[in-house]
């Protein structure tokens, strides 16, 4: 039995247009071929997930270095220069401001770090669950997350807007899958 493309719902054999949607019946895909599309969509979902979530995962690693890097550059330079002022009675001290500054600044780019490392392993339990769930892993793309992305990690923005648009023109096929996927959910 063939099931129509635009609408989902089963067509009258000999039928030449859906009854539900009035679309054309030479539009009609089979249930098998209705599966490997919806396979398709998914494993394009799951790659998605995976390259956004690496993405995530190298600027993590950049910010922690940056920001290790300016925290022992601070309390270094701010060692250096507070024994050079003490050499040389107090005139260098104008420097541990200076020193100061990389410290904090290094403290302030932290939680960036900490952003990037709990949003891979957010991107890691989507993908997960993806084949059995996929509510979350492609409710991801969205606006809102398009926004985090753009705040955050730029790399990723890239991933989450391809994708955004990917599930926009696939929105038919998304609903099948959901609806197939609940339906399976149910069952078991």
Known sequence: MKNCLKCNEP?????KFCNACGAPADMAKT????????????????????????AWKFASIAWIIFS?????????????????????????IALLPLAMMYFFMGLMFLPIAIINL??????????????????????HFSVGSIVFCAFFNEVALVFNIVYFIFSKRNAAVIKRI???????????
């Open 31 to 54: 249930e098998a071929e209705l599966i490997a599309e919806e396979q398709a969509v998914l494993n394009r979902f799951s790659l998605g997930l995976k390259h956004e979530r690496m």
């Open 11 to 15: 067509l009258v054999e000999g039928s």
């Open 68 to 92: 290790a890097f300016l925290i022992i550059f601070g309390l270094v330079f701010g060692l250096l220069a507070g024994a050079a002022a003490i050499a040389q009675g107090g005139e260098l």
């Open 178 to 188: 959901k609806a197939r996927q609940a339906q399976l959910n149910t069952q078991q």
């Open 118 to 139: 709990s949003m891979k392993n957010k991107l890691a339990n989507y993908r997960e669950k993806l084949f059995t769930d996929c509510s979350d892993g492609i409710g």
